[in-house]
Every structure is written in structure tokens, then in C-alpha cells.
């Protein structure tokens, strides 16, 4: 069954420094999304991405966060400037254009700021 | 407002036993609900999905149940088992808007 993944599964960087998640969506999935969960609390939605560009975007998803699709495969969501606060796992979803609700998730990635 | 806390809430039931596990939402917009399962390590995975012209769907093992009224969402496992053990969450989303995702329960199931 075809999923998504994302990479790498825990990053620990510096405080001020820039992170790069990766994520491989289901390939016929034309919709992607981040979402992150800081430890004990909700999923929060970040940004959903369509047709090489940002469809929506939540009050988080702020100048310090980018995302790229860099070739026909990956998905990435890039952090600058890391702050404590960041440290969350952070899912990567994708779905079917057809399907747009039915969301498939990554197992996320866990980055801790120190 | 916002729960935050390390704390969910957990539902303990013996296999085999049928859980119910809760969930209030606040936006009366909410047009579509989604279940989640999630383990522990693993992204959430969906359930069932309901919208908001039906107040009853039922999968394998699963339904949802919708009340409108009092804005509530509730999942039944039938039978559960081991594997059943995971965080279960509701999403709710208002035409045109992004999911938001409710706390989380925990379910743990006891031998």
C-alpha cells in the first residue's frame, strides 16, 4: 500500500538554526500539507500546498516557515532561524485531488531546538 | 478556549468490550468530521469520516455518531481488541476552512 514518508524521523538542531523536513507524498496525490503537534497537544494545521504553490496557510505558518517542492517527488517545509517553541513533531499529509479530505499522514518528523 | 496539557484523557476497556470514545466540537459550521487513530510513533491514520447531513455512518467494526444539537461526535469499536490501542482524535472543518483537530483520548485496552 503506498504511504507517505517523511525524512529524517528525529532532528535536533541549535536554536537560530535553519531546518529542512522532507517528505515523499503518495504519487498520484496532488495536495499536500504540514501539520505539527508540539508534545501533549493538538495536531495543528500548517499549510496546504497545490500546483506548485500555497493554497492556505495558518496564523503558525509565519515567515520563518517555507515550503518547496523541489522536483516531482519531495515536499519539503523549511524552518529558519529555529526557536525553542518549534520543537514538535511535524506530519507531512498528502491527498488525492478527487479526495481532497481523505488525508494520508506521514509518520512525522521530531525535531527538538535546543 | 484551547486544552493544553500532557495529560489526555484515557478510556481503559477489556478486550473484547465495545468502546465509545467522545468528542465536543464548538464551530456550529462544521461541516465534516474525521476520526483519527493514531500510535504511538505514527502519523494519525483516518478512520471515518461523517458529514453533516447524516447523524449515523458505520464502517468495519467503527461508527460514528453525529448530534448536531449539542455539537458531540462519538466513535464505536465494536469488540475491541489489542491493536485497537492508540490516541483516537475527532477533526471538524466549516466549508472552505482547514481541519481542527480535538485533543486526543487515549484507549487502552486491557487483556
Known amino acids: 500500500e503506498p504511504e507517505v514518508t517523511q525524512t529524517p524521523s528525529h532532528q535536533v538542531t541549535q536554536m537560530g538554526q535553519e531546518v529542512i523536513l522532507r517528505c515523499v507524498p503518495i504519487?498520484?496525490?496532488?495536495?499536500f500539507y504540514w501539520y505539527r503537534q508540539i508534545l501533549g497537544q493538538k495536531v495543528e494545521f500548517l499549510v496546504s500546498?497545490?500546483?506548485?504553490?500555497?493554497?492556505?496557510k495558518s496564523e503558525i505558518f509565519d515567515d520563518q516557515f517555507s515550503v518547496e517542492r523541489p522536483d516531482g517527488s519531495n515536499f519539503t517545509l523549511k524552518i529558519r532561524s529555529t526557536k525553542l517553541e518549534d520543537s514538535a513533531m511535524y506530519f507531512c499529509?498528502?491527498?488525492?485531488?478527487?479526495?481532497?479530505?481523505?488525508?494520508?499522514f506521514g509518520p512525522g518528523t521530531r525535531l527538538l531546538v535546543l | 478556549g484551547e486544552s493544553v496539557g500532557l495529560h489526555l484523557p484515557t478510556l481503559s476497556v477489556q478486550e473484547g468490550d465495545n468502546s465509545i470514545i467522545n468528542c465536543a466540537y464548538s464551530?456550529?459550521?462544521?461541516?465534516?468530521f474525521i476520526w483519527y487513530k493514531q500510535e504511538s510513533g505514527k502519523g494519525p491514520q483516518f478512520i471515518i469520516d461523517?458529514?453533516?447531513?447524516?447523524d449515523k455512518r458505520q464502517g468495519q467494526r467503527v461508527t460514528v455518531l453525529l448530534n448536531k444539537t449539542v455539537k458531540h461526535l462519538s466513535l464505536q469499536i465494536a469488540a475491541t481488541q489489542p491493536g485497537d490501542s492508540a490516541v483516537y482524535f475527532c477533526?471538524?472543518?466549516?466549508?472552505?476552512?482547514?481541519?481542527?483537530f480535538g485533543p486526543g483520548t487515549r484507549l487502552s485496552v486491557l487483556p
Open positions: 499529509a498528502s491527498s488525492e485531488l478527487a479526495q481532497r479530505e481523505t488525508q494520508y
Open positions: 504519487s498520484n496525490h496532488l495536495y
Open positions: 500546498f497545490y500546483n506548485n504553490e500555497i493554497s492556505e
Open positions: 464551530n456550529s459550521a462544521s461541516d465534516y
Open positions: 461523517i458529514r453533516s447531513n447524516m
Open positions: 477533526a471538524e472543518r466549516s466549508h472552505g476552512q482547514n481541519f481542527v
